[in-house]
Structure formats: structure tokens, C-alpha cells
């Protein structure tokens, strides 16, 4: 009774290491080939990624890497001293302009929480527009009683968290409307005016 066909090849291959190798490599090749890849262009070379088809499975998805985050959106606004608004690829959420106003519009800052922004004279009045209104300079009550700035506000930077905002005067005054106070230059002698201040990032 002759032996089947597979249990005759490996008697065969058996005693033959060299053609025992040579049949090793081509079935790896052949169940290679019927495999198949799977490449996306989001990453271009990386095999396992993306649509593809393998004769063995047909056609299906491999595990890509993530894209990358979409980078934050870019935009300013412009305010000019009459309180009017100007916006560059952002919203637009209204503007002092053609109101009356006390003092000329010095500095605006936009809030973190709510992607709107505040405006400030330099009497240290504060416009509110798309986000919450923390007070200001004028009539604003601290344990030393009502504030009055002896010098004109030149600032107004926005808290992280969006908690509020702080106002800076020319003779270096802060005052904080909504977050803690940090400290001040009010008290040292300046050889020069203070023309802005800028929240730490």
C-alpha cells in the first residue's frame, strides 16, 4: 500500500536539508503573498495601516496611527480708542463703537473660558462682550475702601482660567477684578510709564 502524498514528501524532504530549506522559503513567500498589506497615505510605507486587500481575507481596515490634533484656530481683533471692533478670522461679539465713552478705549484682552473679550478705557472702565463682567476700576470696593488710580489704565490681561482679568496703570498699579492680586510696581520709582501688561502662559 503506497504511503499518501504529504507523509511521502516529508520522508522525502527529510533526508534532503538543502531541499528541505528551498521548500521552507517558498511556502513563506506563497503565504506572504496571500496575505497581503495594508497602507494608508497618512503613512506612507507603514505596513498594517489603512484600507487594503488581501487575497486571504478580502478587503478591510489595519490600525493606523492617529492623525495629529488639528492645530487651535488662528484670529485677532483690532479695537480702536472709540471702542470699535475689528475682527480677523474670529467672532465678532459687538463693540463701544458710536457710544459714548468717558475716556478713549487703551487695551483689550479676550477670555480664555468663553472666547469673547474685554475692552478698557483709561479711566479703567470695562466693556464686556461675550463673556462674563467682573466690575471695574471706577467705584470698585477693595478692604482699602474705593479704588482711585492716580495715573491712567494702559492694560488689561486676561486670567488663564478665565476668571477674571487684571488692569494695569501707567504708574504700575494692578488691580485685580476677579483673580488674586500678585503684586504691583505702584510704590517704586519708575523711570518710565507702564504701557501694558500680559498674562504669563
Do not use: E
Not at 485685580?176 to 510696581?185: D, E, K, M, Y
Request: aromatic share 12%; net charge positive; with cysteine.
Amino acid at each position: 500500500m503506497r504511503a499518501p502524498l504529504g507523509v511521502a514528501l516529508v520522508r522525502f524532504l527529510r533526508d534532503r536539508p538543502v531541499q528541505l530549506a528551498i521548500a521552507a522559503s517558498l511556502l513563506a513567500a506563497v503565504v506572504l503573498s496571500s496575505m497581503g498589506t495594508f497602507q494608508d497615505a497618512r503613512s506612507v510605507g507603514a505596513v498594517g495601516c489603512g484600507y487594503g486587500y488581501s487575497p486571504t481575507i478580502g478587503y478591510g481596515y489595519g490600525k493606523c496611527p492617529p492623525p495629529p490634533a488639528p492645530a487651535p484656530p488662528d484670529g485677532y481683533w483690532l479695537v480702536a480708542s472709540d471702542g470699535g471692533v475689528f475682527a480677523f478670522n474670529a467672532p465678532f461679539y459687538g463693540s463701544m463703537g458710536a457710544k459714548p465713552l468717558n475716556k478713549p478705549i487703551v487695551a483689550m484682552a479676550a477670555d480664555p473660558a468663553t472666547g469673547g473679550y474685554w475692552m478698557v478705557a483709561s479711566d479703567g472702565g470695562v466693556f464686556s462682550f461675550h463673556a462674563p463682567f467682573y466690575g471695574s476700576v471706577p467705584g470698585f470696593a477693595t478692604q482699602f475702601g474705593d479704588v482711585a488710580l492716580a495715573t491712567p489704565v494702559v492694560g488689561l490681561a486676561a486670567q488663564l482660567a478665565g476668571h477674571g482679568y487684571w488692569v494695569a496703570s501707567a504708574g504700575g498699579g494692578v488691580l485685580p477684578l476677579g483673580p488674586r492680586f500678585l503684586g504691583s510696581a505702584a510704590g517704586i520709582r519708575l523711570h518710565s510709564a507702564v504701557v501694558a501688561i500680559a498674562t504669563r502662559a
